[in-house]
């Protein structure tokens, strides 16, 4: 296995590297537009197909960063992300706000997770 790897990689970054067995997702982002619900499900459909990809799964992450644009939708984000986590493997967490790439991005998240095995 090569030192560092990393996939579906542009000029300006890559959607996963991973290095010594720790898998480190870029920001995922949902569907401009729709609500901070819809956005958030897509969002951790993306991280969770990545950290398949990379040989990683739900249960191996060690942290998650999270941006909305607007702290009131702190509850609707969290109502899917509950839905979500795998009981008993919750990361270690952090939540603020920030302004996104475009205002129809509400939502942000960022996961560190160990390769699995």
């Not at 898998?23 to 949902?30: D, E, M, R, S, T």
């Not at 799964?57 to 795998?86: C, G, R, Y």
């Not at 008993?88 to 997770?113: C, F, M, N, Q, W």
């Amino acid at each position: 296995m090569k030192m560092i790897q990393r996939r579906h990689t542009t000029d300006r970054m890559s959607q996963s590297v991973t290095h010594k067995g720790v898998v480190y997702l870029a920001g995922q982002v949902g569907n401009a537009g729709d609500s901070v619900a819809d956005q958030t499900r897509e969002c951790l459909a993306r991280v969770e197909n990545l950290l398949n990809e990379a040989g990683s799964s739900t249960k191996h992450m060690l942290q998650a960063v999270i941006w909305l644009a607007d702290m009131s939708d702190f509850a609707a984000m969290n109502e899917v992300w509950d839905a979500w986590v795998p009981k008993g493997h919750a990361p270690a967490r952090a939540t603020g706000s920030a302004d996104l790439a475009t205002p129809d991005y509400k939502v942000e998240i960022i996961v560190t997770a160990a390769v699995a095995g």
